[in-house]
């Protein structure tokens, strides 16, 4: 017996274009959900640009932390001079980049420069129009806490960059893992919350007062793989700082093996899952797996329940940026990292958690 629908489909489109068109209090949430979203574009550029700087091993090239100052770049050859012999003082020139030339270091150090850049250009983004929004009276009621909290985070988060770096200037040339994937995740975080304050924002009212219990189990499903794309991005940072992915290029299996000998070689057992880069591309690989199979079960299962039309373009979109994340995530592994596909790859993980999220509230 088919289930009776919650609505019909037209109704559900109307009660949408209702939500935001007719309603003045939508209207006047519209400027700060596009201006969230605007946000949310930049971080997804810094995110990109962050995974082409760690590429290029640019992450490296400027040893300062200097927010105001640092925002004009070298301008003489005196300037460059000064920069690249700060540079050649760090364990990355002398045990890797031993006689490279001033041409060259001006290649990696226009990557970093671009990031801190960017990340400078998005502060100023989210804070005038948020004071704006503020001085005019234009934050809903209940907001006003949440925007700040987005904006403290985005602070955290550029001094979580410097002390990632920081790590990549003593000793060993690289940075640590740890803090690595720790700046990836508070990125990806801010640019859900972004995501979903804009989403909120848009679409305030629960379009199914007295959801189906199916539905609301999808909703729920829907939450359940957002948490689980987020880890998969973690792990993701872990293989990146491990550089992990220049190992086991083979597929389905990891050098032959479904379960490498090595995973768990290291003592105490649990620093194989942040230490070991057998494992860390192990337990990267079989979150795709597990997510190769729940977003097509959960797809097909929203298939033939009663959604709005905005919800179930939200679970087809889910569908196709799987399949995009999976070909990327293959091409890549196959490919050993080419720098165009593994920025693509991390691209990809973002709008896949992007769907999702959607998918999520889509479902309310």
């Given amino acids: 017996m088919t289930e009776p629908a919650l609505y019909p489909s037209s109704l559900g489109a109307r009660h949408d274009a209702l939500a935001t068109d007719h309603d003045p209090q939508a209207r006047a949430r519209r400027p700060i959900a596009l201006w969230l979203f605007a946000c949310c574009a930049l971080v997804f550029a810094m995110v990109v640009v962050g995974g082409v700087t760690r590429l290029t091993h640019s992450g490296l090239s400027i040893v300062e932390w200097q927010p105001l100052v640092g925002t004009i770049p070298p301008l003489t050859e005196a300037q460059w001079q000064a920069v690249f012999d700060q540079y050649q003082q760090t364990p990355e020139y002398v045990k890797v980049n031993q006689g490279m030339t001033l041409a060259e270091f001006k290649g990696i150090f226009w990557w970093e420069y671009f990031h801190r850049l960017l990340g400078r250009l998005i502060g100023l983004a989210y804070l005038l129009p948020f004071l704006w929004f503020a001085l005019k009276r234009r934050i809903p009621e209940g907001w006003g806490g949440k925007l700040l909290g987005i904006f403290v985070l985005g ?81 993701g940072g872990l293989v990146a700082g491990l550089r992990a992915g220049f190992a086991y290029n083979t597929f389905p299996t990891m050098n032959g093996h479904w379960v490498p000998p090595e995973i768990f070689m290291l003592e105490p057992w649990f620093l194989n899952f942040f230490n070991n880069m057998a494992t860390v591309q192990f337990d990267h690989r079989l979150i795709a797996w597990a997510l190769a199979f729940l977003v097509p079960w959960f797809w097909w299962r929203c298939r033939h329940l009663p959604l709005t039309p905005r919800a179930r373009t939200a679970t087809h979109l889910l569908l196709a940026a799987l399949i995009l994340q999976i070909g990327l995530g293959l091409a890549t592994l196959l490919l050993v990292v080419p720098i165009p596909l593994a920025a693509a790859h991390q691209a990809g993980a973002v709008l896949l958690l992007s769907a999702s999220l959607w998918s999520a509230h889509a479902l309310r």
């Fill in 155 to 235: 602070g955290l988060q550029g001094a979580l960059g410097w002390y990632m770096v920081k790590s990549g200037l003593v000793d060993e040339p690289r940075v640590s893992q740890y803090r690595l994937t720790a700046h990836l995740g508070l990125a990806v975080l801010i640019y859900a919350a972004m995501f979903w304050a804009a989403l909120s924002l848009l679409f305030p009212r629960r379009v199914v007062q007295h959801a189906a219990a199916e539905v609301t189990r999808a909703r729920r499903q829907a939450h359940a793989l957002s948490a689980l794309v987020f880890v998969m991005i973690l792990t």
